[in-house]
């Protein structure tokens, strides 16, 4: 074994199973010197094709640096680094899965980054969407990082720590290099080294040579390093600010004087140069050249590299900035160039961090704040939310320009909303609306449906919400170009304040409002604000058409925007049944979080998802997504997704026939009082409460509810008036026939088809107990059919069970062929059935291509089709 692996048996063992685990991926983490690269080494060699880059301190500036050399290492498409280094690639969720397809088309793979502590973030970003969605491919993921230092984008690849070497084996590094030291002098590199192998050579070495023991790897790096000639050290500290390439060292020193220089470093075992590159032998010598340095040093070699960068301005900015200690106009404006174009590719963390470094050197004040509020609406854009905060608060605080002020109170106050600090966010959305209804009122429009939002979320502050939009609409609309926008978002605060009530003005406008004839982008937001009150409202036709508009105009160029707009939508359809489209939306919903840092929206879209899986009968999937939101999930800051979760996992109990736990997880709807814990999202479910109350036995509790809930709902949305007749059917015993009759009959009642079902059944039930068995099995024949046609497999069985009770006959169900199918799987044949290619499908669903294809391959022996052209014709029949 190599001296670098001794000790490391188990932790190579580990990496080894973890890239043969189904979805395989690791990062090996350790205090620098602890033999990570050692470990990526020696796994590198298990395989064919290995795809490795590594990083340095420098290239945590470039955007998509990383992917683009992971990318040209493996000679991968021209295509798909033109987009990587497109000055407007692809949205995020569209690249990771262009690099997904590329990686599906070259495997088996392992591809290795070293040092992913200086990976950019963008980068980093993509591999860590990649490494967990490998499962099913040939291709691995291997990472190395310092510890403490681990990337956000990695925390959740399994990682294998490497422990301090034991004493045996540290002495045997020691002799397996040629190290002889006495007892005492041996004892005290050991302990000083404390298991750590680069220590142990590097402390061996000093204490050999008869050196002073230095007290840290890299002090032994800079004794070595300051015994070196001066101009060795002079160009060490050029190799280690510029990334040792020898084509820019070379145009700041003759070669030849070049290559003299570095003659003594070479052979003191400090650099190797090869391949046009100056490699420091590990990383700590390299940071040790830089620290040995003084201030002066340092400023001129990063000025002497500017100067030698003709062809690569990015480069050269950057190393003016290093070079700049004093504020200094035209270095902040270039790097603002440089923060712009980073933006514009979709690297938010760059370019917010080059708005800042430009911020710095900002002579004037006036330009300073400016650059400062880009960097945090830059922050805030890429999902940064915690900087965002941090960079918007001194801005909030102390920026002389009051609109600053203002619209760093409202970005700071929206970061706030997108993360688990709901509480801090509505303190700090106060101040936002205070300044902005003086400074700028469309600003203050956004931040008032923000509140709503958070209003919604949390079940609570509507009385607040009603105060401020009174104050914003005494204080009138802002005459701007696009009016119509101030008006959505009022209908949606609108719809909020009250949401048992339905105000006629606002059910006419998310009815009739006429799309407007703006940008794009601003006709989405007024599409996405009128569907979302129209949800709100029991509108669910308007909220389908106008989110689904919504979703349509930002599809192509921003799909990370239709977060809000498939948060919604996806609820819409799970509404009116329609549970594929529900579980389409869901996916995607969480694939495009996941990949703009929205963690709420990951969480609501699981939450969704886990809701058609359960009104399947799909316990398995039901209850292992389920359980993914309740470890991730912040209780007590986001109600509205607590409370739809307890509505999922009673239907997870009811579909496993669990009566008492169905109701254990749904008691705390209502209060002991009757009051609704979530007014919109308690009232909505108020029948399957009752329902399941009934079912444990539990009448007592419910009276007080439904009692309340007649005296409130009455003039409510016909869904809501729906939902009462459907529970004061359940709880009036021989007088219930009336609320039955209506809660089956009433006009609209068939757009929520799953609550229809559930009323023919309840009422099929209660005719059935009546000794009226004609009339119970023309019910439960309808409802029957109804949890059919959903796929609502569990209320499907019991329909049946009715059914037969009531004498009525029923064949065991047979599937169809397109119920055989996933929700997937079924989108997929739909749009290949209606003539759309394999790409232009997973452009749609934000699939790749191949598993477009995996959908296909498994979905023609279910439909009984030997070709794509049979599809069309196929489906048409189901």
Same mark, same amino acid.
């Given at each position: 074994?190599?001296?670098?692996?001794?000790?490391?048996?188990?932790?190579?063992?580990?990496?080894?199973?973890?890239?043969?685990?189904?979805?395989?991926?690791?990062?090996?983490?350790?205090?620098?010197?602890?033999?990570?690269?050692?470990?990526?080494?020696?796994?590198?060699?298990?395989?064919?094709?290995?795809?490795?880059?590594?990083?340095?301190?420098?290239?945590?500036?470039?955007?998509?640096?990383?992917?683009?050399?992971?990318?040209?290492?493996? &000679?991968?498409?021209?295509?798909?680094?033109?987009?990587?280094?497109?000055?407007?690639?692809?949205?995020?969720?569209?690249?990771?899965?262009?690099?997904?397809?590329?990686?599906?088309?070259?495997?088996?793979?392992?591809?290795?980054?070293?040092?992913?502590?200086?990976?950019?973030?963008?980068?980093?970003?993509?591999?860590?969407?990649?490494?967990?969605?490998?499962?099913?491919?040939?291709?691995?993921?291997?990472?190395?990082?310092?510890?403490?230092?681990?990337?956000?984008?990695?925390?959740?690849?399994?990682?294998?720590?490497?422990?301090?070497?034991?004493?045996?084996?540290?002495?045997?590094?020691?002799?397996?290099?040629?190290?002889?030291?006495?007892?005492?002098?041996?004892?005290?590199?050991?302990?000083?080294?404390?298991?750590?192998?680069?220590?142990?050579?590097?402390?061996?070495?000093?204490?050999?040579?008869?050196?002073?023991?230095?007290?840290?790897?890299?002090?032994?790096?800079?004794?070595?390093?300051?015994?070196?000639?001066?101009?060795?050290?002079?160009?060490?500290?050029?190799?280690?600010?510029?990334?040792?390439?020898?084509?820019?060292?070379?145009?700041?020193?003759?070669?030849?004087?070049?290559?003299?220089?570095?003659?003594?470093?070479?052979?003191?075992?400090?650099?190797?140069?090869?391949?046009?590159?100056?490699?420091?032998?590990?990383?700590?010598?390299?940071?040790?050249?830089?620290?040995?340095?003084?201030?002066?040093?340092?400023?001129?070699?990063?000025?002497?590299?500017?100067?030698?960068?003709?062809?690569?301005?990015?480069?050269?900015?950057?190393?003016?900035?290093?070079?700049?200690?004093?504020?200094?106009?035209?270095?902040?404006?270039?790097?603002?160039?440089?923060?712009?174009?980073?933006?514009?590719?979709?690297?938010?963390?760059?370019?917010?961090?080059?708005?800042?470094?430009?911020?710095?050197?900002?002579?004037?004040?006036?330009?300073?704040?400016?650059?400062?509020?880009?960097?945090?609406?830059?922050?805030?854009?890429?999902?940064?939310?915690?900087?965002?905060?941090?960079?918007?608060?001194?801005?909030?605080?102390?920026?002389?320009?009051?609109?600053?002020?203002?619209?760093?109170?409202?970005?700071?106050?929206?970061?706030?909303?997108?993360?688990?600090?709901?509480?801090?966010?509505?303190?700090?959305?106060?101040?936002?609306?205070?300044?902005?209804?003086?400074?700028?009122?469309?600003?203050?429009?956004?931040?008032?449906?923000?509140?709503?939002?958070?209003?919604?979320?949390?079940?609570?502050?509507?009385?607040?919400? &009603?105060?401020?939009?009174?104050?914003?609409?005494?204080?009138?609309?802002?005459?701007?170009?696009?009016?119509?926008?101030?008006?959505?978002?009022?209908?949606?605060?609108?719809?909020?304040?009250?949401?048992?009530?339905?105000?006629?003005?606002?059910?006419?406008?998310?009815?009739?409002?006429?799309?407007?004839?703006?940008?794009?982008?601003?006709?989405?937001?007024?599409?996405?604000?009128?569907?979302?009150?129209?949800?709100?409202?029991?509108?669910?036709?308007?909220?389908?058409?106008?989110?689904?508009?919504?979703?349509?105009?930002?599809?192509?160029?921003?799909?990370?925007?239709?977060?809000?707009?498939?948060?919604?939508?996806?609820?819409?359809?799970?509404?009116?049944?329609?549970?594929?489209?529900?579980?389409?939306?869901?996916?995607?919903?969480?694939?495009?979080?996941?990949?703009?840092?929205?963690?709420?929206?990951?969480?609501?879209?699981?939450?969704?998802?886990? &809701?058609?899986?359960?009104?399947?009968?799909?316990?398995?999937?039901?209850?292992?997504?389920?359980?993914?939101?309740?470890?991730?999930?912040?209780?007590?800051?986001?109600?509205?997704?607590?409370?739809?979760?307890?509505?999922?996992?009673?239907?997870?109990?009811?579909?496993?026939?669990?009566?008492?736990?169905?109701?254990?997880?749904?008691?705390?709807?209502?209060?002991?009082?009757?009051?609704?814990?979530?007014?919109?999202?308690?009232? &909505?479910?108020?029948?399957?409460?009752?329902?399941?109350?009934?079912?444990?036995?539990?009448?007592?509790?419910?009276?007080?509810?439904?009692?309340?809930?007649?005296?409130?709902?009455?003039?409510?949305?016909?869904?809501?008036?729906?939902?009462?007749?459907?529970?004061?059917?359940?709880?009036?015993?021989?007088?219930?026939?009336?609320?039955?009759?209506?809660?089956?009959?009433?006009?609209?009642?068939?757009?929520?088809?799953?609550?229809?079902?559930?009323?023919?059944?309840?009422?099929?039930?209660?005719?059935?107990?009546?000794?009226?068995?004609?009339?119970?099995?023309?019910?439960?024949?309808?409802?029957?059919?109804?949890?059919?046609?959903?796929?609502?497999?569990?209320?499907?069985?019991?329909?049946?069970?009715?059914?037969?009770?009531?004498?009525?006959?029923?064949?065991?169900?047979?599937?169809?062929?397109?119920?055989?199918?996933?929700?997937?799987?079924?989108?997929?044949?739909?749009?290949?059935?209606?003539?759309?290619?394999?790409?232009?499908?997973?452009?749609?669903?934000?699939?790749?291509?191949?598993?477009?294809?995996?959908?296909?391959?498994?979905?023609?022996?279910?439909?009984?089709?030997?070709?794509?052209?049979?599809?069309?014709?196929?489906?048409?029949?189901?």
């Amino acid at each position: 074994m190599p001296a670098s692996l001794l000790g490391r048996d188990r932790e190579l063992g580990e990496v080894r199973r973890l890239l043969a685990a189904g979805t395989p991926a690791a990062v090996v983490v350790g205090l620098p010197g602890a033999g990570k690269t050692s470990i990526l080494t020696a796994v590198a060699g298990d395989r064919r094709l290995v795809i490795t880059a590594t990083c340095a301190p420098g290239d945590q500036q470039i955007p998509f640096g990383l992917l683009a050399d992971l990318i040209s290492s493996a &000679r991968g498409p021209a295509d798909l680094l033109d987009r990587v280094a497109a000055s407007h690639p692809p949205d995020p969720l569209r690249l990771r899965l262009d690099v997904l397809s590329w990686l599906e088309s070259i495997g088996p793979a392992l591809l290795i980054v070293d040092d992913a502590q200086w990976g950019d973030d963008s980068s980093l970003s993509v591999i860590g969407y990649l490494a967990r969605r490998l499962s099913g491919l040939d291709v691995a993921i291997l990472a190395a990082a310092r510890d403490g230092e681990l990337p956000e984008h990695l925390t959740r690849i399994p990682a294998v720590r490497l422990s301090p070497l034991g004493e045996p084996d540290a002495n045997r590094l020691l002799r397996e290099a040629g190290l002889t030291l006495d007892r005492a002098t041996s004892a005290k590199v050991l302990e000083t080294a404390a298991g750590n192998p680069l220590a142990l050579l590097e402390l061996g070495r000093a204490a050999a040579a008869g050196d002073t023991l230095p007290s840290s790897v890299e002090l032994a790096f800079a004794q070595r390093l300051a015994a070196l000639p001066a101009p060795t050290r002079e160009t060490l500290l050029l190799a280690a600010a510029g990334d040792g390439d020898l084509r820019v060292l070379s145009r700041i020193e003759e070669p030849d004087v070049l290559l003299a220089r570095l003659a003594p470093a070479e052979i003191a075992g400090l650099v190797s140069v090869a391949g046009r590159t100056v490699s420091f032998r590990h990383p700590l010598a390299r940071a040790a050249a830089h620290s040995i340095a003084t201030t002066e040093e340092r400023t001129r070699a990063h000025r002497r590299l500017a100067a030698a960068l003709v062809d690569d301005p990015e480069r050269r900015v950057r190393h003016l900035a290093e070079a700049t200690i004093v504020a200094d106009e035209e270095v902040a404006a270039a790097l603002e160039e440089i923060a712009a174009r980073a933006y514009q590719r979709g690297a938010n963390t760059e370019a917010a961090g080059a708005y800042v470094k430009a911020a710095e050197l900002s002579p004037d004040c006036t330009d300073r704040e400016r650059r400062s509020l880009q960097a945090v609406v830059t922050a805030s854009a890429g999902g940064l939310f915690a900087w965002a905060i941090e960079l918007a608060r001194p801005l909030r605080d102390r920026a002389d320009d009051p609109s600053t002020r203002a619209l760093a109170s409202h970005t700071m106050a929206y970061a706030m909303a997108q993360t688990s600090r709901q509480h801090e966010a509505r303190r700090a959305l106060r101040e936002a609306l205070e300044q902005l209804l003086n400074h700028d009122k469309h600003w203050g429009w956004a931040s008032l449906t923000t509140l709503a939002v958070l209003t919604f979320r949390s079940g609570s502050g509507v009385h607040e919400l &009603r105060e401020w939009l009174d104050r914003y609409e005494r204080a009138g609309h802002r005459a701007d170009t696009y009016p119509e926008i101030t008006v959505a978002c009022r209908a949606w605060v609108r719809a909020l304040v009250d949401p048992l009530a339905r105000p006629a003005d606002i059910v006419e406008l998310v009815r009739t409002a006429p799309v407007p004839d703006f940008p794009a982008s601003m006709t989405a937001e007024h599409e996405m604000m009128l569907g979302a009150a129209a949800w709100i409202l029991d509108e669910s036709g308007a909220a389908l058409a106008r989110l689904g508009r919504s979703i349509d105009l930002r599809r192509a160029d921003a799909p990370a925007k239709t977060v809000n707009s498939l948060m919604t939508i996806a609820q819409v359809h799970i509404d009116v049944g329609d549970y594929d489209a529900g579980d389409q939306a869901g996916r995607m919903l969480t694939e495009i979080a996941a990949a703009g840092r929205h963690p709420y929206a990951v969480e609501h879209g699981l939450e969704l998802r886990a &809701r058609v899986a359960a009104l399947r009968g799909q316990a398995g999937a039901a209850r292992e997504m389920a359980d993914r939101i309740l470890r991730d999930l912040e209780i007590g800051e986001f109600a509205s997704v607590e409370r739809n979760l307890q509505v999922t996992r009673s239907y997870l109990a009811f579909a496993e026939r669990d009566a008492q736990g169905a109701w254990e997880a749904l008691r705390s709807l209502f209060d002991e009082r009757g009051e609704p814990v979530h007014t919109h999202i308690s009232y &909505r479910e108020l029948a399957h409460y009752v329902s399941t109350g009934v079912r444990a036995g539990l009448l007592d509790e419910l009276r007080p509810v439904v009692a309340l809930a007649a005296d409130r709902l009455s003039t409510a949305s016909p869904r809501l008036r729906l939902q009462l007749a459907r529970s004061r059917a359940l709880l009036a015993g021989d007088e219930a026939e009336p609320f039955h009759r209506f809660a089956t009959t009433a006009a609209g009642a068939a757009q929520w088809p799953f609550e229809l079902s559930r009323a023919h059944l309840e009422y099929g039930g209660w005719l059935r107990r009546r000794q009226r068995p004609t009339d119970a099995r023309t019910e439960l024949q309808a409802a029957l059919a109804g949890f059919e046609r959903l796929d609502a497999r569990p209320w499907a069985e019991l329909a049946a069970t009715e059914l037969r009770a009531a004498g009525g006959a029923t064949a065991a169900p047979q599937p169809s062929a397109w119920t055989e199918l996933t929700g997937q799987e079924r989108e997929v044949v739909r749009l290949a059935a209606a003539g759309m290619t394999n790409r232009e499908i997973g452009a749609s669903l934000f699939l790749s291509p191949r598993t477009v294809s995996t959908h296909l391959y498994n979905a023609f022996p279910k439909l009984g089709v030997t070709a794509r052209s049979q599809l069309r014709d196929r489906i048409a029949g189901l």
